[in-house]
């Protein structure tokens, strides 16, 4: 079993639908991240949680540390937001553990 | 702001070579790590660098190996290239440990 699990695997939405992504860990962890990965391979760092919720733009973040669950939200999806979701935990110093990410899909 | 670099880009390599990629992090940034993704495995974490010292090493063999320098650069080689090594190579550089990555474009490496 993976240490991170993620749901789904793939989405396909239509433009303007509220996306959910969710992240399920086994193990304690100091922090979770959520990351962003176009075609090509660059990542981009969305969200670093220990606790509670963070929001950017149309992007939500909210961790439950005693259930060990993360989702990530995305309101009014736009085709833009196509891409992978990757959820990642920290564990001190012991480098980061991935998801194997959503392929998100977002149809205009 | 200059992110961060990572050189070269692509790479192209033969079984049983050795290849040596680059990592330069964000100014001020102490700490530098360095992930494997492929297809198969999805990402995982090979090593971090903090203060030109190696805190921490993922479950890859020996063949991977890194260093960092006094001005926080980095790199990692990889020793006797096998088929399975072809991967993109991605690096992430943070002010310190906890406080978030900023991740480089990735060098893509093709072992033939």
């Known amino acids: 079993k993976n240490e991170v699990e993620q749901s789904p695997q793939n989405l396909t939405a239509q433009e303007g639908e509220f996306i959910t992504i969710n992240c399920s860990y086994s193990?304690?962890?100091?922090?979770l991240h959520w990351l962003q990965q176009h075609p090509g391979g660059g990542i981009v760092s969305l969200f670093m949680?220990?606790?509670g919720k963070k929001k950017h733009g149309r992007l939500i973040a909210t961790i439950n540390i005693q259930e060990k669950h993360s989702s990530l939200h995305i309101t009014a999806s736009h085709p833009r937001d196509s891409a992978v979701y990757i959820c990642?935990?920290?564990?001190?110093?012991?480098?980061?553990?991935f998801g194997k990410g959503t392929h998100l899909i977002i149809q205009p | 702001k200059a992110g961060v670099t990572q050189t070269p880009r692509y790479l192209i390599k033969t079984r049983g070579q050795q290849v040596t990629l680059s990592c330069s992090p964000i100014?001020?940034?102490?700490?530098v790590s360095w992930y494997q993704q492929t297809p198969g495995q999805g990402l995982q974490f090979l090593f971090e660098?903090?203060?030109?010292?190696?805190?921490n090493k993922g479950n890859f063999p020996g063949r991977f190996s890194g260093r960092q320098f006094s001005n926080s650069r980095s790199e990692m080689n990889v020793s006797t290239l096998e088929l399975g090594d072809s991967a993109l190579y991605l690096c992430?550089?943070?002010?310190?440990?906890?406080?978030?990555?900023?991740f480089g474009s990735g060098t893509r490496l093709t072992v033939v």
């Open positions: 193990v304690g962890i100091s922090a």
């Open positions: 660098y903090f203060s030109e010292t190696q805190r």
């Open positions: 990642a935990v920290e564990r001190g110093a012991d480098g980061l553990t």
């Open positions: 949680l220990s606790s």
């Open positions: 100014s001020g940034h102490r700490s």
């Open positions: 992430a550089s943070s002010l310190d440990p906890g406080l978030g990555y900023t």
